[in-house]
């Protein structure tokens, strides 16, 4: 629950830090949907809508900053052909880690229901 309000209140990170859910955050609450304590399970069933929300605030700010990121580094010689691919290429990437968030929590509530 703690961790929820926490992240909650994360408007900026370090870039390095774009990957945390799906690398760290979610990894490491992964015990909790066959805790023996009925609290814990219960705690993190009221708490996962948060948890994949932020998750997908991460994920828009990480790729904010990349788009920031690159369109710094464009100049006035850029042409439309290759805004156009780096667009693409940031909007693939975004859908697969979205992808990936999805399935995460996905499974998260899955083992939520079935008290596996």
């Known amino acids: ?11 900026s990170f370090p870039a390095s ?3 945390i859910f799906p690398d ?23 708490n ?3 948890l994949a929300e932020a998750s997908r605030r991460f994920l ?9 990121s690159e369109g710094d580094r464009q100049d006035a010689t850029t042409t439309a052909t ?19 968030l999805q399935n995460l929590v996905e499974h998260v509530v899955l083992e939520l229901l079935s008290g596996a």
């Open 17 to 19: 830090d774009a990957n």
């Open 82 to 100: 290759t805004t156009t691919t780096t667009t693409a290429a940031y909007r693939g990437s975004y859908d697969a880690d979205l992808v990936r």
């Open 24 to 46: 760290y955050i979610f990894p490491s609450l992964s015990r909790f949907p066959s805790d023996s304590e009925h609290l814990v399970r219960a705690t993190y069933a009221e």
């Open 1 to 11: 629950e703690t961790l929820t309000k926490v992240l909650q209140w994360v408007n």
């Open 48 to 50: 996962i809508g948060l």
């Open 60 to 68: 828009d700010l990480a790729q904010r900053m990349k788009q920031t």
